[in-house]
């Protein structure tokens, strides 16, 4: 008796969850300013990688999400793919750098 109960109740309860589902426009509101969040590091990991002369900075793309850096182009050599992993994970706000840079 008391297992049916607890299973109409459940019933009852589910359709009205359903009307309380998020938005997809609330949930681009939410994730936006977050987006917004990452645009001041991606630019100073860039202006990291430009001031270092040894590095192609302009070959190299950066993205950013949540202080997850990618570093993304071509670069002449391994040592500099690898400098250019150094210099971004010393950039304050940097938490881990994804190296996903080719050589050429």
């Known amino acids: 008796m008391i297992l049916r109960a607890v299973a109409v109740a459940c019933?009852?309860?589910l359709p009205a969850c359903a009307d309380e589902a998020?938005?997809?426009?609330d949930l681009r509101?939410?994730?936006?300013p977050a987006a917004d969040l990452n645009k001041p590091l991606v630019e100073r990991v860039r202006q990291a990688l430009?001031?270092?002369r040894d590095i192609p900075g302009?070959?190299?793309d950066v993205t950013a999400y949540g202080g997850v850096v990618s570093l993304w182009g071509r670069v002449p050599s391994a040592k500099e793919s690898r400098r250019a992993e150094q210099i971004?994970?010393?950039v304050e706000g940097v938490q881990?750098?994804?190296n996903k840079?080719?050589?050429n």
């Not at 998020?22 to 426009?25: F, G, N, V």
Request: glycine share 4%; proline share 4%.
């Open 29 to 32: 509101a939410v994730a936006k």
């Open 58 to 60: 302009d070959d190299i």
């Open 101 to 103: 840079l080719t050589v």
């Open 50 to 52: 430009a001031s270092e």
């Open 96 to 98: 881990r750098v994804e």
């Open 88 to 90: 971004a994970a010393g």
């Open 11 to 13: 019933a009852l309860a």
């Open 22 to 25: 998020p938005k997809a426009a």
